[in-house]
């Protein structure tokens, strides 16, 4: 690892699928109401894939917004890491296929499959990429169309998720150059033993065929705030900070509740906290870029500013990135 590059945000970007989906819109489906949804969870609306729109379809639509914000064409990307749970084949991977849909020839793609907190193991691992010299401009992105694999008669749910892409543009700089800007920490864990409480049950090597997603909605929530400050804490001392040099903390959407229990907990101002679950749901490893180029596009995150990502899913798997932006 050299120590003497960092990898410095150059551009964010999204997209969401035409069709909104509002609480309300549940009523027919399954037994609950607009009320329900919003006490527990927060959410207020959701987009769902329509005809043609795929995985990919987002990602591509996220990455070309991220590429026109760095000021960079297609070309100028090396290395491509696409995190999704819900790729358009088995195989190839989805990043080979946004590849080829950007028009790159050269370099090279792959897929991060950890669920919600997949973008932040692409992203952490992409840095790695660059700061190993193996490529010099990235493309990260989280995409997912989980509608596909929810089952719309299972109240506790459909109505969480929802389908999007997100993507950041990732560009090796010499520390000296970099003006103290970049990703500075990361801390990945995972712990396969909570395996059944948040899954999906199917698989070509089980079932053959694609499965729907099983939670264990009260089992989740137990452990998620707990995880999540630990690899927080770990940031926290790695870079020898506290909660309050925190600018923006962009936390995994998945529910409310969890962020706000997260943020108290952490002792981070709820002022300083991105939330956009209200409009996306939990859209998996898409959930952070998104939050993160709305956060970036409104004006909210800028230069200088100091961000906490953090995420939580299935596996079980979670983690936190520090980014000087």
């Given at each position: 690892m050299n120590d003497s590059i960092v990898s410095v945000v150059r551009g964010t970007g999204s997209a969401l699928p035409a069709k909104v989906m509002r609480n309300r819109d549940f009523e027919g489906v399954v037994e609950t109401s607009d009320e329900w949804i919003r006490q527990r969870t927060g959410i207020e609306q959701r987009h769902i894939a329509g005809e043609g729109e795929t995985t990919v379809s987002l990602a591509e639509a996220a990455a070309r917004k991220a590429l026109e914000a760095a000021g960079l064409e297609p070309v100028d990307i090396d290395l491509i890491v696409l995190a999704t749970a819900t790729p358009d084949n088995t195989f190839p991977a989805s990043a080979v296929q946004l590849q080829d849909r950007l028009g790159i020839a050269s370099g090279?793609?792959?897929?991060?499959?950890?669920?919600?907190?997949?973008?932040l193991y692409a992203l952490t691992t992409a840095d790695m990429y660059l700061k190993n010299g193996q490529a010099r401009r990235a493309l990260v992105v989280g995409a997912e169309t989980f509608s596909r694999i929810l089952d719309w008669q299972d109240r506790s749910t459909c109505v969480l998720f929802g389908d999007g892409a997100g993507a950041v543009v990732l560009e090796a700089v010499a520390a000296a150059e970099a003006n103290g800007e970049g990703i500075l920490v990361s801390k990945l864990r995972s712990d396969g033993a909570h395996k059944d409480k948040l899954y999906v049950d199917g698989g070509p090597s089980t079932t053959g065929t694609v499965g729907h997603l099983r939670m264990?909605?009260?089992?989740?929530f137990k452990h998620a705030v707990g995880m999540i400050t630990d690899v927080i804490e770990a940031c926290f001392a790695a870079a020898k900070i506290g909660p309050a040099d925190i600018d923006w903390f962009v936390p995994h959407q998945a529910n409310?509740?969890?962020?706000?229990?997260?943020?108290?907990?952490?002792g981070i101002d709820m002022e300083k906290v991105v939330v956009t679950v209200d409009r996306h749901g939990n859209t998996s490893a898409a959930s952070i870029p998104l939050a993160l180029d709305t956060a970036v596009r409104d004006g909210r995150i800028g230069k200088g500013d100091l961000v906490l990502l953090e995420a939580m899913g299935g596996g079980f798997t979670w983690g936190a990135v520090l980014v000087r932006w």
């Open positions: 090279f793609a792959f897929d991060v499959h950890a669920v919600c907190s997949g973008f264990q909605g009260r089992e989740v409310r509740r969890i962020i706000d229990a997260s943020a108290k907990k952490l």
